[in-house]
């Protein structure tokens, strides 16, 4: 049963830490998503990769956000330094050569204090 | 970000009635798909359907892709207790890359 996994399913940290967030995408797809969700905006897309590529990263904050995918199994979302703002549960999701069918992993619910 | 506006926002049923819910926005899209999340999870897949008019089913589950192609529904039949969940609806548009999500419908089934 293929499946994205996300590490860790939960982080608490102070304002100001580094947090880094990683997923490994399910075997052979080439697409990989970040979303954030939360009560007030539910899911917002952050960053979109295919084969590896950032393609689209308009909807993170650059000045505390990057995302990469260092090989095709491993995608990182790091945020420094962190704020209370940044609270939220982070969703990786992953899909075949669009992003049409997008296959969502467990999460990672970040909370900074 | 844009979002598609789905209703009800929550739905209260008894176990055994059918289940209706929509997604509409008024832009255009070339492609719905409907998700369920459970709490602590991610969403998970449901239904897929890309061309209007459409109508797909997945066991109990039914969507279809509106004619205006600015809308979708999804169905539910003989509702059982565990599909108990948020339902979002997800759109794309021609030429885009990311799926925009609806609001989600809370969906409670009273055994």
């Known amino acids: 049963d293929a499946r994205v996994t996300q590490t860790p399913r939960h982080k608490v940290t102070e304002m100001g830490q580094e947090v880094t967030m990683r997923c490994q995408p399910i075997?052979?797809?080439?697409?990989v998503f970040w979303y954030r969700q939360t009560m007030m905006q539910g899911l917002e897309l952050l960053a979109y990769?295919?084969?590896?590529?950032?393609?689209?990263d308009s909807g993170m904050p650059k000045d505390r956000f990057s995302a990469e995918m260092p090989d095709a199994t491993l995608a990182t979302l790091k945020i420094q330094p962190s704020e209370p703002r940044d609270s939220a549960v982070y969703f990786c999701?992953?899909?075949?050569?669009?992003?049409?069918?997008?296959?969502f992993g467990p999460g990672t619910r970040l909370t900074v204090t | 970000g844009q979002q598609l506006n789905q209703s009800p926002q929550s739905m209260f049923i008894q176990e055994g009635e059918d289940v209706s819910m929509n997604c509409t926005s008024s832009s255009i899209f070339n492609t719905w798909l409907w998700y369920k999340q459970d709490p602590g999870e991610g969403p998970v897949l449901l239904i897929a359907?890309?061309?209007?008019?459409e109508l797909t089913s997945n066991g109990r589950l039914t969507a279809q892709f509106g004619i205006t192609r600015k809308d979708s529904f999804l169905n539910i039949s003989a509702s059982i207790p565990s599909d108990v969940g948020i339902y979002f609806c997800?759109?794309?548009?021609?030429?885009?890359?990311?799926?925009?999500f609806g609001t989600g419908t809370r969906l409670t089934v009273i055994p």
């Open positions: 990769f295919r084969n590896r590529a950032p393609l689209d």
């Open positions: 999701a992953s899909g075949l050569d669009s992003p049409y069918e997008q296959y």
């Open positions: 075997l052979g797809h080439n697409t």
């Open positions: 359907l890309y061309k209007a008019g």
């Open positions: 997800a759109g794309i548009k021609t030429g885009a890359n990311n799926l925009f």
